[in-house]
Every structure is written in C-alpha cells, then in structure tokens.
C-alpha cells in the first residue's frame, strides 16, 4: 500500500476541517478526491503533505509511519504536492521553474526529469526560455504540475488541476497525468473535472462536511450531473 491514512484530523483555529476520515492508495493506482469548495479536501492534503500545524491521527506511506516529518521531508521521500494556486516563480524561466523540482536529482537525473516534463507538455518545451509570469493561466497550471513531476514523486497529490481552464487545457492535462500514471505515477487528486476523473482515476472517494461519504467507481456515473449529485450529497437521478 502506498498511502494508508487512518482517522485523520485537521483544524482550522476552532474550525474542525477534517473529521476522522480514513483511506488508502495502492501504488500505481489514481484516486479522486470530490465535494462541493469548503469540505475539507484541499485540507485533506495539506495534512497528509504536513502543512497543517493542527492535525491528528495517522499518515503513513510506503509502510512507515510519517508522524511530524516536515513537508520537505516528506518530499524527499517521495511524496509530491500540486496547489492549486500554481505558485510558480513568475520572474524566473519556464525550465528554471522546472529544474526547482528536479533538484533533489543529480546530473543525468535531472536531465531525465526535465526531458520527461517536456514530453507530457510539449508547449512548454516551446516556452522554456519565457518568464513563467507571463504565461497564460492554463500553462502556468501545465508548469505547477510539470514541476510537480519533474520531482519524480512515488505520489502526486494534485489540488484542482483543471479549475477554470479552458476544455483544451483540460484536454492537455488530463492526457498528461494518464500517461504520467500509465509510466507508474501514483496519484490523488481534487477535481470536479468528470472527463479527467473518468480517464484517469479507478475510485472516487466522495466527501462533505469534513467526512468521506462514499467510495464509487467512475464507471457507476453516465454524466457529469450524476456524478456532481453523489458528491454534493443528493440523490442521484
């Protein structure tokens, strides 16, 4: 088992975000994280990648136990983390973004990271040399994730890859993490994206309210609409 979180926690100031949820990731598989803004997923991450300073219960990954290993350690273990904000160095170059999460690699490695984050994203192949600030919203959310990759994580957790693009970028995207999956990439992810859920994940666990609600298989879901129905909690049609 990659990823094995039991009752976990996470608090806000006399918010209780997280209440008590449990889950596990086999490696090679990707999982969907879905609910309606405000339950708790974006949360749900941040603990399990110990950025929350209020949690509790337990997180481990590939069999030990994380406890309060720093998040910098915890990528150097091999746990990666897309936010959803981008964050990308907008004064630095496309590449210098991309080496920044090749730089727990050497040499060759680091290479090999770069040439593979280009290869999911030919356009930024194209761009490597232009400022990331100036980049359209969509390729700066292909540079978060690329640079995500380029950490070559056994896991990837990935907050809202796709909020607010446009269906090509969508397109880009998604394609993107099925083959980062296909070559062994482990992977959580948060979106409402019914295209990027159906072709890259085998389970969704459904939340609200700070607890799982449900586990389903994409196939259960015909639309967008049914699916969006399961996880904000009413009756599907």
Avoid: W
Avoid at 85 to 91: G, H, I
Avoid at 108 to 134: M, S, V
Avoid at 171 to 183: D, F, G, P, S
Avoid at 202 to 218: E, F
Wanted: charged residues 20%; glycine residues 10%; proline residues 4%.
């Amino acid at each position: 088992m990659m990823l094995d979180v039991q009752d976990l926690h996470a608090f806000y100031g006399a918010s209780h975000v997280v209440q008590g949820i449990s889950f596990q990731i086999a490696e090679g598989e990707a999982v969907a994280l879905m609910g309606r803004n405000g339950v708790g997923k974006t949360s749900t991450l941040k603990s399990i990648m110990g950025m929350e300073t209020r949690t509790r219960g337990t997180v481990s990954f590939l069999g030990a136990p994380l406890g309060g290993a720093p998040s910098h350690a915890r990528a150097a273990r091999g746990l990666g983390y897309v936010p959803e904000e981008r964050a990308v160095f907008p004064q630095m170059s496309v590449e210098e973004n991309i080496r920044i999460g090749a730089l727990l690699h050497k040499g060759a490695d680091q290479r090999d990271c770069l040439e593979r984050a280009y290869q999911l994203f030919p356009i930024l192949r194209e761009r490597r040399k232009q400022l990331a600030g100036t980049l359209s919203g969509g390729q700066q959310k292909m540079l978060a994730l690329a640079r995500g990759i380029a950490l070559r994580p056994k896991l990837l957790m990935v907050d809202e890859p796709t909020e607010g693009l446009m269906p090509a970028n969508v397109e880009l995207i998604t394609n993107a993490l099925v083959a980062a999956t296909q070559a062994g990439l482990t992977v959580l992810v948060v979106d409402s994206s019914f295209d990027l859920v159906r072709q890259l994940c085998s389970r969704i666990y459904a939340m609200d309210r700070g607890v799982l609600t449900g586990v389903y298989r994409p196939a259960d879901f015909a639309s967008p609409d049914e699916l969006a129905a399961t996880y904000l909690g009413e009756a599907r049609a």
